[in-house]
Every structure is written in C-alpha cells, then in structure tokens.
C-alpha cells in the first residue's frame, strides 16, 4: 500500500509499504478514505520528537471497514468508521472509567496509546490506504447513513473536534460565561465551536494569523491579534478589567510570542493573566516531557518558567492532558447529524495523498490560507476548498 512515511526532520515520502493484516481476533482493517494533518503531526515532521525514521504518520482517520476478525461482534464490512486517536483497550481501569487516552494495557509502561505517533506505542499510522484497528468493536465509531455526504465533518471527530471540546470541559465552561482561547489553529477554532456549543457569552479568541482569525469570528469568536498589541490588556479591555471566567490553552509546547519566536511559556502565563481570579483553564496543547532540541534549557527537559505565584494568589485552576475522545465522540457525531455543528468549516485544502509531503511544507510554515489539510487517499486529484 501506499503511505505517507517519515525518514527525518522535515522529510516525509509516499512510499511502498506493507499492507496491514488481521492480527488479534478483536482487529478490524479500515479502507482509509480520509485521513488529516493534525498540528501534533509538526512536532515530529520537524524532528522534535522521538519518532522513529520508517514510521507512518498520521492519527486522524476515517474510512470503510474492509475485514474484521473473528471475534468483533459489532463491527461489519462495509461500515463507514471513524477511530478516536487514542487506541483503548475498552477493560482496563482507565478505560471503565471513560480515560481512554490513558488506556493502562495497549502501550505497556505508558498511560496511552495512539496511530502513528511518537512515544504512544507500535501502532502505524493512517495517512496511508488501510489501517489495522485493535479492539475494533471498542475503537471505532460507526458513522450515520450520511458518513459519504459529511465525510470531513465526520473525520473531525477522530481528534479535534473532541479534543476542541475537551479543552472547554477541562476549563468547566459554562452557558453565559465568557472565555479565552489561546490558538486559532484547527483545535482553538474547534474549542471556538465547543465553547458556542457549550452556551459562551463572549468567546476572545487569541493568534496572529489573519486567515484563522477571520475563522475565529466566522464560528462565534472575537478575534484577538497579539501582534497588534498584549492580548492580555485586549483581554481585560473586554471583561471590563476582570478577565475571562475561563481559559483554553490549544497551542502547546511550540507557541510563539509576539515576535513570532519560540518561547514555550508565554500562553500559559499570558492565560494567568487574562483569566479571572478563581477561574480556571483547561490545557489540551501538547507539552512534552523533554524536547532536546529546544533553545531553552528548561524546554529541554520539558521544564517551564511558569508564574505559579500569581496563579496561586488568584486561586486559579487548571486541568490538562489528551482528550478522551470517547467520552465525546458519539455526542458530536450526533451533532453533525442534526447539522447543527460543521466542523469541516475550518477545511482549506482536500488533497491526495501523493500531495501529502508538500501538504506538510505548507501548514507547517503557517502559510496563508492553509488551515487544515484534509488527505483523500483514493484520490489521485485535488482541489482547494
């Protein structure tokens, strides 16, 4: 099969690779017939991470069952699927408890397991034609009669659509409250949506890219640009100097500043600021546990220079880590059903999946207009949304 492999920083191929077989009982293979470039994709592509060279990307899938093994019961050949991210067992202690992204037993000596990505097991990704399942009947969401018609509304629940959420959960927002969103990528424009969804009063949310900006605002948001001035001052200019009731962190570990260089502290300091005393913020940008190649020496060892001081004197919250995608993923898709959510909004480029390399080139630059990428691997052309 044809797939999308890494071989180094800033080097991903299409490439000959082997086909994935049925290899548990409990397996299924999915057909991938859309699969995306996901923001954590960069921290690899960009050789930040542990990733391996000859590895698959790509965690965000979507595609049509093709063979189960002789043990899935639910699960049948022809079904249109989407699969959470993360890859759960379905009978540890984790994932009885619905913390799916932490699953104790698929990536053994690790809390979590994941497709094709650094640090979260063997498993291949699905930028490519199929992808192998484990616990098929657990892992994936079989999608409504109109799965064709809404195909990339449905491929935004493998990841940010549920972990857009996840960051408004985390942070507890509430109807008629307002909140602040650090990121206007595709996770800050999906917790945009989430935060709407959720019943927000005032949704600021915060970049310096005008493309995604205008986004922020076409799904509910105000749009805030740190490159015109502190945020944080814009912020309390809007809560009548009291800050936001709650905060979303959706950038992680490579945000920038105002000057557009790294520095791997300034959203979560910026969201102590802006956000209300006794308010709190949830965090679902990846921050990693070491990142050698990092200019900072705390960054290093996945250390931060962070203002616990105010954000103790302000009695602040906090809460973090991957999105459950499970705990989410069924009430979405319900959602997009009804059409009273359309995640595939924030969609700037449909491409095959031979254009994937150079996909990569340009969302990982920030260039303008390229938003989220969406690959069609049964595709040989493509087209611009």
């Known amino acids: 099969m044809k797939a999308l492999v890494y071989y180094g920083p800033l080097d991903v191929r299409v490439s000959e690779m082997p086909d994935p077989e049925i290899e548990q009982p409990t397996d299924v293979l999915v057909q991938i017939t859309t699969t995306n470039i996901c923001g954590s994709d960069l921290h690899m592509y960009d050789g930040r991470t542990n990733i391996e060279a000859g590895r698959i990307f790509g965690h965000e899938n979507m595609g049509r069952v093709v063979e189960v093994g002789k043990a899935v019961m639910k699960v049948k050949v022809g079904d249109m699927v989407c699969m959470p991210f993360n890859i759960g067992c379905g009978h540890c202690k984790n994932c009885e408890r619905k913390l799916t992204a932490f699953c104790l037993t698929m990536n053994p000596g690790f809390a979590g397991a994941a497709y094709g990505f650094a640090g979260m097991g063997p498993y291949e990704g699905g930028q490519a034609e199929y992808l192998r399942v484990p616990y098929g009947d657990f892992n994936c969401l079989i999608l409504p009669e109109d799965a064709s018609e809404k195909e990339n509304d449905y491929a935004m629940l493998s990841d940010i659509f549920p972990t857009g959420y996840h960051a408004t959960e985390l942070a507890g927002v509430k109807p008629g409250e307002s909140v602040v969103i650090y990121g206007a990528g595709?996770?800050?424009?999906?917790?945009?949506?989430?935060?709407?969804?959720?019943?927000?009063?005032?949704?600021?949310?915060?970049?310096?890219?005008?493309?995604r900006l205008r986004l922020a605002e076409e799904l509910g948001g105000i749009p805030i640009d740190m490159s015109k001035g502190s945020a944080v001052d814009q912020v309390l200019d809007l809560t009548d100097g009291q800050g936001a009731d709650r905060g979303c962190e959706c950038v992680g570990y490579q945000c920038c500043n105002k000057h557009g260089q790294e520095q791997s502290n300034v959203t979560m300091n910026e969201l102590v600021q802006a956000v209300k005393a006794t308010g709190s913020i949830g965090v679902v940008g990846v921050f990693v546990q070491e990142d050698p190649k990092s200019k900072e020496e705390l960054q290093k060892k996945g250390h931060m220079d962070f203002d616990f001081g105010s954000f103790w004197m302000k009695g602040q919250s906090i809460a973090t880590g991957q999105a459950n995608v499970k705990s989410y993923n069924r009430e979405l898709c319900a959602l997009i059903s009804s059409g009273k959510a359309k995640p595939s909004a924030i969609v700037s480029h449909e491409l095959s999946l031979d254009e994937a390399p150079d996909a990569y080139k340009h969302f990982n630059a920030r260039d303008k207009g390229w938003t989220k990428v969406v690959l069609k691997p049964g595709k040989t052309s493509s087209n611009k949304k």
Not at 196 to 203: C, E, N, P
Request: hydrophobic share 45%.
């Open 186 to 211: 595709p996770v800050g424009l999906m917790a945009t949506l989430s935060a709407r969804i959720r019943g927000a009063d005032k949704i600021m949310v915060v970049d310096s890219h005008p493309d």
